[in-house]
């Protein structure tokens, strides 16, 4: 675990604790893979190898997509673009009923946060509807106060209006929430909302975690809660 700001926040707590879904609670890459690759197939296109998958994560599934197509070096038509969602979409609803990939820890921290009255909220990119699917096949939809997806019409992270969404259901303020996630755009929505961020060194990141200016960075999910009190929440800034 490495911290890189404290502040004069000692001996509390922040109200919520918000994270992000994939490379923070689960290792959704290889079921990323699975969608990726079954969209991709009909073309004839891949197998597109782990260490694509990894680089293609982050910013939601179109996202994904229009990075897988630039790693093949494909110019699809609009047409072509939206049967790929579509196979895409359903592949991924498929493949995240299974319920594969928890990180250690991910249940036992919400459970503890929950415990010590903390409202736990996940704010994820992924379409709404499939991480629906995901968390109850992972079994975390009982310990969290709140969640939300991907939307139409709606910002994605690193637009900090999301984690304000996310934080309606459990009446808790941005400046009483701290934010954790593994990418840019976890990191960028916190700073943005003037929240403390919490990154693991075991997700998705495709730049340098110090890049991204958190406030601590950890090596296991277990890390996070005797953390919490050395952070300030109002007014927070990264050094």
């Known amino acids: 675990m490495t911290v890189t700001s404290t502040r004069d926040w000692p001996n509390a707590w922040p109200e919520a604790v918000i994270f992000d879904l994939d490379g923070t609670l689960v290792d959704s890459a290889p079921d990323i893979g699975r969608a990726v690759n079954a969209a991709y197939g009909p073309l004839g296109i891949g197998p597109f190898n782990a260490a694509e998958v990894r680089r293609m994560i982050g910013g939601g599934a ?49 459970v503890a946060l929950r415990e010590r009255g903390i409202k736990t909220a996940v704010c994820t990119n992924k379409s709404e509807p499939v991480a629906a699917i995901a968390l109850k096949a992972l079994g975390l939809l009982d310990v969290l106060d709140s969640f939300a997806g991907q939307r139409d019409g709606q910002p994605k992270k690193p637009d900090p209006a999301m984690l304000q969404h996310t934080l309606l259901p459990t009446g808790v303020s941005v400046s009483r929430a701290v934010m954790v996630g593994d990418s840019r755009p976890d990191a960028e929505a916190a700073h943005a909302a003037g929240m403390p961020v919490i990154l693991t060194s075991f997700g998705y990141s495709t730049v340098p975690l110090a890049d991204l200016r958190p406030h601590a960075v950890v090596d296991h999910l277990d890390e996070i809660l005797p953390l919490l009190p050395t952070l300030a929440v109002v007014g927070a800034r990264p050094v």
């Open 62 to 110: 179109r996202v994904a997509l229009q990075r897988a197509a630039e790693t093949a070096g494909l110019n699809l038509s609009t047409g072509d673009e939206q049967a790929v969602f579509n196979r895409f979409m359903v592949a991924y609803a498929d493949v995240s009923e299974e319920g594969n990939g928890l990180y250690p820890g991910a249940r036992e921290v919400l």
